[in-house]
């Protein structure tokens, strides 16, 4: 049974294994390492912003969310090759939302690498629309937003 819980110190260790694992095929599509690969974990867990999905004490997922004055910002959502296609994702995405309203916030906002082509499709199937695309920092990033 898998379940979601907001990330100890002492998961940031397995949290930079889990984003390394599942972003490191993109190296070579994006021509560099993703942005959460370069990520401080340890410091950004002592925020509260990071959540991990758990399945028998295995973490099988991470999301990082940050609240803003208008939307919650789902800033990454990393499920690691071995728990792929398991709904895993979807788990995280929904959690998110849920996160959300109870913050009173109505909308959910993420980026990706527009090279992570899986993403284009994945995220307008969860009920995100692209609302623009813009490099940012050298990454050329497409943006989606869900009003909940």
Same mark, same amino acid.
């Given at each position: 049974?898998?379940?979601? @819980?907001?990330?100890?110190?002492?998961? %940031? *260790?397995?949290?930079?294994?889990?984003?390394?694992?599942?972003?490191? #095929?993109?190296?070579?599509?994006?021509?560099?390492?993703?942005? $959460?690969?370069?990520?401080?974990?340890?410091?950004?867990?002592? +925020?509260?912003?990071?959540?991990?999905?758990?399945?028998?004490?295995? *973490?099988?997922?991470?999301?990082?969310?940050? #609240?803003? %004055?208008?939307?919650? *910002? =789902?800033?990454?959502?990393?499920? #690691?090759?071995?728990? @792929?296609?398991?709904?895993?994702?979807? =788990?995280?995405?929904?959690? %998110?939302?849920?996160?959300? @309203? %109870?913050?009173?916030?109505?909308?959910? @906002?993420?980026?990706?690498?527009?090279?992570?082509?899986?993403?284009?499709?994945?995220? $307008?199937?969860?009920?995100?629309?692209? +609302?623009?695309?813009? +490099?940012?920092?050298?990454?050329?990033?497409?943006?989606?937003?869900?009003?909940?």
């Amino acid at each position: 049974m898998v379940s979601i @819980r907001s990330a100890h110190a002492d998961d %940031a *260790l397995a949290v930079s294994s889990l984003i390394n694992e599942a972003f490191s #095929p993109y190296i070579d599509r994006i021509g560099t390492e993703p942005d $959460p690969m370069r990520t401080d974990y340890p410091t950004l867990i002592g +925020t509260g912003a990071v959540w991990v999905a758990e399945d028998d004490d295995q *973490l099988v997922g991470t999301v990082v969310l940050t #609240p803003e %004055a208008d939307h919650l *910002l =789902l800033d990454n959502l990393a499920v #690691p090759a071995v728990a @792929r296609g398991l709904g895993i994702g979807v =788990l995280l995405l929904d959690f %998110a939302a849920e996160h959300a @309203r %109870a913050l009173g916030l109505p909308e959910l @906002r993420l980026y990706t690498n527009a090279a992570m082509t899986e993403n284009l499709n994945f995220y $307008p199937r969860r009920g995100f629309v692209e +609302t623009h695309r813009s +490099t940012v920092d050298g990454f050329d990033r497409v943006f989606f937003s869900k009003q909940l």
